[in-house]
């Protein structure tokens, strides 16, 4: 069965990076893209990019460019996503997804969502 | 960028009415690209809705969506006690994906 686990909670100071794992089981991780999301504490959900596991392609929404970068590592099956310069409103639950079907741009896989808090 | 505007902000509803939740783009939206999400308390989203309208897996089929171009609509025919929740309609056009702010179907 698909699964997509999350690394633990993260605390971080404002102006540090952190740097989110998502490791994928149960079918084959280059055939499928991955979607970063986050939800604010009480709020939406909000796309943060997203990558092709098969060559590494990346899409990022404008507000976080220069800010974050996603990368994956095939041979373990994982992917990540690095976010600098935190700030407090960075603090959010984070969510990495698998794309119904390459590019599709839904998602029918969740991971189980990794609290960041940024506070000093 | 496409913002998706969802109405209304919360819906009161009783078990066993019928919920008709609506999604509007800022612009044209393939419809391949539309989907709705269900999510619970302290739960990841759960995909409903993929391409507008085709339900995902083990989704019932009180559940339904339409729409196209700029209007798109999630119906939940029957309330059942376990589909009162936040819906997301999210869209995924020019390699770049956006999320309406949600809808609170509530308990009456």
């Known amino acids: 069965q698909v699964q997509l686990v999350q690394s633990g909670a993260e605390v971080k100071k404002p102006g540090a990076s952190v740097k989110v794992s998502c490791k994928a089981s149960g079918y084959t991780f280059t055939s499928y893209g991955i979607s970063w999301v986050r939800q604010a504490p009480g709020q939406g959900l909000e796309w943060m990019g997203w990558i092709s596991a098969y060559n590494g392609n990346t899409n990022y929404a404008q507000k976080l460019q220069g800010r974050v970068t996603m990368t994956t590592d095939t041979s373990t099956s994982t992917a990540y996503m690095e976010l600098r310069s935190l700030r407090s409103d960075d603090t959010a639950v984070y969510y990495c997804?698998?794309?119904?079907?390459?590019?599709?741009?839904?998602?029918?896989?969740w991971g189980q969502g990794t609290l960041v808090t940024v506070s000093s | 960028e496409i913002v998706l505007t969802q109405s209304p902000g919360t819906l009161s509803l009783s078990p066993g009415e019928r919920a008709t939740l609506s999604c509007r783009a800022s612009?044209?939206?393939?419809?391949?690209?539309l989907a709705w999400y269900q999510q619970k308390p302290g739960q990841a989203p759960r995909l409903l809705i993929y391409?507008?309208?085709s339900r995902a897996t083990g989704i019932p089929d009180r559940f339904s969506g339409s729409g196209s171009g700029t209007d798109f609509t999630l119906t939940i025919s029957r309330l059942e006690p376990e589909d009162f929740a936040v819906y997301y309609c999210q869209q995924y056009g020019s390699s770049t994906g956006t999320f309406g702010q949600g809808t609170k179907v509530e308990i009456k």
């Open positions: 391409g507008a309208s």
């Open positions: 997804a698998r794309e119904g079907t390459y590019s599709s741009g839904w998602y029918d896989y």
């Open positions: 612009q044209s939206v393939s419809s391949s690209y």
